[in-house]
């Protein structure tokens, strides 16, 4: 086994061991990248020349005995969505082409902190936004299970880079599904933390209320290693909640007694794939067999979990990208040509709005231009109580359902997508497709719970199937301990995709 094809678990031990360094461990992933990435494109920047250099250090620290931080010597990719001081941070979008932030991302620098070694920067759907990483303005990413298929989104690029072996770990970021749906259809591990857990300090928004920063990995305790070292409260982010930070990595292979899980029916009711279904079922029966009850729960508002995604998530979008208007930084258009355009329309429209029109139509893609058109039209005068007011109404009655639901059981069972990877182009013309397939993940956003994805079968045509466990808020140490519970007892998460 090449060392690329160890755990990050099993890759830090030998660090620490002195069988391996920082510079050779980071030189085989870039050699990796260079020989895949190719055919996946999971990177939009890859800071080879860095990577190394903060390798080094790393090595002499060690050699010279110096104190390290929990990830010393171990590579991490970043989604291009968390601000990364004096680095072009895009949001995988024409706006931000040319953006170089002047601070790190709290993540970021607890990354640094922690001594791991930044990688690059991953693929994404423009400013956190679909389930395909299609709506990228530079380049789509192909799943390393079949290139032919989409690897999920909207954190695809950090997904399909830990599944091709081309990063031992990666950060990516949850809105309604963005970590645990690309997670299930590349067949690694996704967590979305309890909203609050990790700091959004540095996270260029999507929707405030939603967003949250986690860990992709390639196994359970990999994930809890990274969580460990994500979470933790944060003055510069006036939504992170200040609790102790469990020691997710030391507890992690600690089995649960008497553990309940709850199955919501309407999870396989018509629509969901036959092979998804049956992959989900059995991963039921694994943990009927390791001493799990199994409890029928209702979730009724469920049904209402993708309507009411849809009007909050764009609403928030449309207020968090108004900044974007060609005023203060981001793209501009050509002011010649703005001024060239009203001489000859003889518009009388004025430049500067002109100018705020043709840089928002030419900077945004048009996935982004639906959701902000859809948030603005739900906070109008008129609509406001008839859509944004109600949705925020369902959302209280969803996390109700939620409360409820974990009086009963300790964790949610179910799956993470109805379908299996879809084929790229397949449902980039219907919009409505592409936002059923948050159906199962939007919920946990809504009412800021903790979710996982990890792999738990494979379809006939060799694609991953992921299975989701959900938690109630902050027990994000139990969530991981069920997870390995199951990990332990099959071997889905050591299957790799063939890639030449």
């Known amino acids: 086994m090449s060392i690329i094809q160890k755990t990050a678990t099993e890759q830090l031990a030998l660090l620490q061991a002195g069988e391996l360094t920082s510079v050779e461990l980071t030189q085989a992933y870039l050699d990796r990248i260079e020989q895949v990435d190719g055919s996946i494109g999971a990177f939009l920047r890859v800071e080879s020349d860095s990577a190394l250099q903060q390798a080094a250090t790393i090595d002499a620290k060690r050699s010279a005995g110096d104190s390290l931080g929990k990830l010393a010597g171990l590579p991490v990719a ?21 953006f170089q932030p002047p601070y ?87 967590l979305k933390p309890t909203y609050g857990r990790v700091s959004r300090y540095g996270l260029i928004a999507f929707a405030s209320s939603l967003d949250q920063i986690g860990p992709l990995a ?18 510069l982010d006036s939504t992170s909640v200040n609790r102790e930070t469990p020691a997710y990595s030391q507890t992690v292979h600690q089995p649960l007694e008497g553990l309940t899980l709850g199955v919501v029916e309407q999870h396989f009711s018509e629509g969901i ?39 909050i998530a764009p609403c ?30 003889g518009s009388d429209e004025g430049p500067l709005v002109r100018m705020y029109r043709k840089t928002r139509s030419e900077g945004f893609g048009s996935e982004v231009q639906r959701r902000i058109m859809l948030g603005t039209y739900a906070l109008s005068e008129g609509y406001y109580e008839a859509f944004y007011l109600k949705a925020l109404k369902v959302r209280r009655l969803i996390r109700q359902d939620y409360d409820r639901a974990f009086e009963q059981v300790d964790l949610i069972i179910g799956p993470v997508t109805a379908n299996p990877a879809f084929a790229k182009g397949e449902k980039t013309s219907d919009p409505m497709a592409m936002y059923l397939e948050d159906l199962y993940t939007v919920t946990a956003n809504l009412a800021g ?23 109630a808020p902050f027990e994000e140490e139990k969530l991981l301990r069920a997870a390995q519970m199951y990990q332990s007892a099959t071997d889905f998460h050591s299957r790799r995709p063939e890639l030449s």
């Open 78 to 98: 970043i989604k291009d969505i968390l601000c990364t001081k004096d680095t072009p941070t895009t949001c995988g979008s024409r706006m931000l082409e040319h």
């Open 104 to 190: 790190n991302a709290t993540a970021v620098e607890k990354l640094l902190s922690a001594d791991a070694v930044i990688l690059g920067r991953t693929n994404m759907d423009e400013f956190a936004m679909g389930s395909s990483t299609e709506n990228s303005a530079y380049q789509t990413t192909q799943n390393p299970w079949d290139i032919t298929r989409i690897p999920g989104g909207s954190s695809g690029g950090a997904a399909a880079c830990v599944a091709a072996d081309m990063a031992p770990l990666s950060l990516g970021t949850d809105t309604g599904g963005s970590i645990r749906q690309p997670a299930a259809l590349c067949g690694c591990v996704g």
């Open 218 to 235: 390639r196994t359970v305790d990999d994930t809890a290693l990274l969580l460990e070292v994500l979470a933790g409260y944060d003055p």
């Open 273 to 311: 794939d036959a092979e998804v279904a049956t992959s989900v079922q059995q991963a039921i029966q694994v943990y009927q067999s390791l001493g799990a009850t199994i409890k029928s729960i209702e979730m009724p508002h469920a049904d209402y979990g993708i309507a009411t995604y849809y009007i």
């Open 316 to 345: 928030e979008a449309s207020s968090n990208l108004a900044r974007y208007d060609g005023a203060h930084y981001g793209y501009r258009t050509d002011q010649a040509e703005v001024l060239a355009e009203l001489a000859e329309d």
């Open 449 to 471: 719970v903790a979710g996982i994805s990890l792999p738990c079968g494979f379809t006939s045509a060799g694609l991953p199937v992921g299975l989701q466990l959900q938690s």
